[in-house]
């Protein structure tokens, strides 16, 4: 579908510089072509922006005058990346769903779907289970007892409900992920390890996404909580009775350990680890790879990251590491020499 860039704009805002072209696609700045609309964000994609061929771009003020050479079409905007993703979806609308249930799904007693909801082939909902208005459930869903499913929600393939469990509305939730499993709660004894129930549940809040393989454990007593709008990616582990506050990211392989309480609007990159029964600050941007072993209680900017190394270099500097204890206690000696013999010095002066 092509979009002419008065009606972009009329949608979306920004001012229109230029000719006021049809454009086919939204497409990367090095391969974007006469009829596409690419963007710009900022000026270190200068020499990109001097090369591409794209008929139509979406920029800030600074890189109007720049961008406008050759006579190409302008979006002005302030936020070039938030009218792209907006732009996005213009271009890529989410499917409608085919409303009704496939001949193929297996629903149990007391199962409340909306007519206007889709339920694919192998679908299978428990006792109970009640499904709100325009939903999407692929072929392969799960859906325990008891759960209650919002309005405008997105189950992709073979995803997997525990029982009991609560999706608010306009949640997305991709292939393999799992919801509700028990959390990982045991207690030791001389005969080996006695499981907990875990008796709570997983609440999801509205306009969450959560990444293809995610799992989400259920609480042990009180609810695993997922607050409005947090964007989960792939391959990522909460524990039990973890709270994640509004508007939070967590990038993929992160692993967030049992009872720990996450603010709104906090940023964790990949692979980070968290033990568990820790606080994180509203705001707090958590870098890539990092263990967080305490509560973070001021909003900052937190890494821990090793440099990566040659293995020669490594296995050099592990060997310093491991002195470094015996390295400080001698440093502290000196320091109290050194000021032993200043104190002197000033006496006898």
């Known amino acids: 579908m092509n979009w002419k860039l008065s009606d972009i704009v009329a949608r979306l805002g920004g001012e229109l510089v230029g000719a006021d072209l049809g454009v086919a696609r939204v497409a990367p700045l ?5 009829d596409d609309i690419s963007f710009v964000a900022s000026a270190k994609y200068r020499k990109q922006l001097d090369v591409s061929d794209a008929g139509a771009l979406i920029v800030p003020a600074t890189l109007a005058e720049a961008a406008s050479a050759g006579g190409r079409s302008l979006i002005v905007t302030a936020d070039p990346y938030l009218y792209f993703a907006r ?10 769903p085919v409303a009704g249930v496939h001949p193929a799904a297996t629903l149990a007693e007391g199962v409340d779907v909306a007519a206007t ?35 405008d929600v997105t189950l992709y393939p073979n995803v997997t409900i525990y029982h009991d469990c609560r999706i608010g509305s306009r949640v997305t939730i991709h292939s393999g992920a799992v919801i509700g499993a ?48 947090v964007i989960i990616d792939n391959l990522v582990q909460i524990a039990h ?13 992160a692993g967030i350990a049992g009872s720990t309480k996450i603010g709104a609007n906090v940023v964790i990159g990949g692979a980070v680890m968290m033990v568990g029964h820790i606080m994180i600050a509203d705001g707090t941007f958590i870098g890539g790879g990092t263990l967080v072993n305490k509560s ?54």
């Open 241 to 253: 009775n973890v709270e994640v506050g509004t508007r939070t990211a967590i990038a993929g392989c």
């Open 296 to 349: 973070l209680k001021t909003a900052d900017n937190y890494s821990s990251s090793y440099p990566l190394s040659t293995y020669k270099e490594w296995v050099s500097n592990a060997v310093h590491l491991r002195h470094l204890d015996g390295l400080a206690k001698r440093v502290k000696s000196l320091e109290r020499q050194l000021a032993a013999q200043q104190n002197k010095e000033d006496s006898e002066k």
């Open 182 to 229: 028990d959390g990982f709660g045991f207690a030791p004894s001389r005969d080996g390890w006695v499981k907990i129930p875990q008796v709570g549940r997983v609440v999801i809040g509205d306009d969450v996404e959560i990444g293809a393989n995610t799992t989400i454990d259920r609480g042990a007593i009180d609810d695993t909580v997922i607050g409005q709008g």
């Open 117 to 151: 909801s889709e339920i694919g082939a192998r679908v299978v909902l428990g006792r109970n289970v009640r499904v709100g208005e325009r939903c999407r459930l692929l072929p392969g869903v799960v859906v325990g007892d008891d759960t209650v499913i919002g309005d």
């Open 30 to 34: 090095e391969s974007a072509g006469a």
């Open 87 to 96: 732009l996005s979806q213009l271009f890529y609308p989410a499917p409608v």
